[in-house]
């Protein structure tokens, strides 16, 4: 078996989602590491997913989880597998329920010294874990490029000097705006982004939901605005910025530029909201992807950053 471009490594949770209406939907594969997985599957790769599962995990899930991703990454537990409620505001606000005793570990294992993770490198990589884990995942693969996601309760926490110690070694950081405001105590997306450059970051990319995303390069004098694509209809929230982070990892390895790479966040980000959970993605996913990567692309906007 050829071994996996990509890895994504973060959690893998059963969602139980309820919507500002009313409307519920049951035992959704969710979480944040197969999301970020699902988004690099959507730009075409099949990734490994590495986490913690536990025994019960639903046989249908287990299916799902072996069809679309590569997952001798993951690492079984006598735990309940976790369960949690994400509960939607109307002004898209989420809050996470979880609904069974053990979390942490799910949140924080396998950690990056396992002996037994079978990968001994990788083209990229998205981390969802809080900053004490990044250096130990830098370690592991010194020559992929990593994509850091740091986790929202610790974002919100707003300990500035403990974010800068996970960021000093990643190559991509990729917080969301709501996030970001807590940590910085700013408000301006253009200033925070600034902020991050100035104080270490080689890449930022922001992701603002509904109003897109921000990216910058730190050898570059600006930034650019990637727009959210216009979807049928969002069904979905749960993930998508998750799967951004998928996909942007893949374009920035294919392209080497920072808003293609965006654009490749954003295509990815579109199919998470037109489908429940992560969804089997559409059989002409080749096609679909290239002509949102192509909508996206054209509507960048340069933004000055001196």
């Known amino acids: 078996m050829t071994a996996p ?5 973060g959690s893998v949770i059963i969602d ?19 999301h970020a997985a699902y988004g690099m599957v959507a730009a075409g ?17 287990r299916a799902r989880l072996n069809a679309d991703f590569d997952t001798s990454g993951l690492v079984w537990t006598s735990h309940k597998q976790v369960r949690g409620w994400q509960i939607f505001e109307w002004d898209g606000r989420r809050n996470e329920i979880f609904r069974v005793d053990v979390i942490e570990p799910f949140m924080h294992q396998p950690h990056a010294d396992r002996p037994t993770l079978p990968f001994t490198s990788a083209a990229g990589i998205t981390l969802l874990r809080q900053p004490e884990y990044v250096a130990g995942w830098r370690r592991r693969f ?3 490029t990593l994509l850091w996601e740091p986790t929202r309760a ?4 707003g300990d500035y000097a403990r974010f800068l110690s996970g960021l000093r070694h990643a190559n991509i950081v990729s917080p969301n705006l709501h996030e970001a405001q807590a940590m910085t105590g700013m408000d301006d997306e253009v200033a925070i982004v600034r902020r991050l450059l100035a104080d270490g970051a080689a890449v930022v990319a922001l992701r603002m939901g509904e109003l897109g995303s921000l990216v910058a390069h730190r050898d570059d004098n600006c930034a650019w ?7 049928t209809e969002v069904i979905d929230q749960t993930g998508a910025g998750n799967s951004y982070c998928g996909g942007f990892v893949v374009g920035w390895r294919r392209k080497n530029d920072i808003a293609a790479a965006g ?35 054209a509507g960048t906007v340069r933004i000055d950053l001196c």
């Open 5 to 9: 471009d990509f890895l994504a490594i």
């Open 225 to 231: 605005h990637i727009p959210a694509l216009p979807v």
């Open 142 to 144: 010194p020559a992929a």
């Open 16 to 34: 139980d989602i309820v919507y500002p209406d009313g409307r519920t939907s049951m035992g959704v594969l969710g979480g944040g590491g197969t």
């Open 263 to 297: 654009c490749y966040g954003a295509a990815a980000a579109s199919f998470t909201l037109e489908h429940i959970g992560c969804a089997r993605l559409p059989t002409d996913i080749d096609a679909q992807f290239a002509q949102r990567l192509h909508e996206a692309l």
């Open 154 to 157: 610790f974002m919100l926490g």
């Open 45 to 61: 790769e099949k990734p490994a997913l590495v986490g913690l599962v536990g025994e019960d995990l639903p046989a249908n899930v």
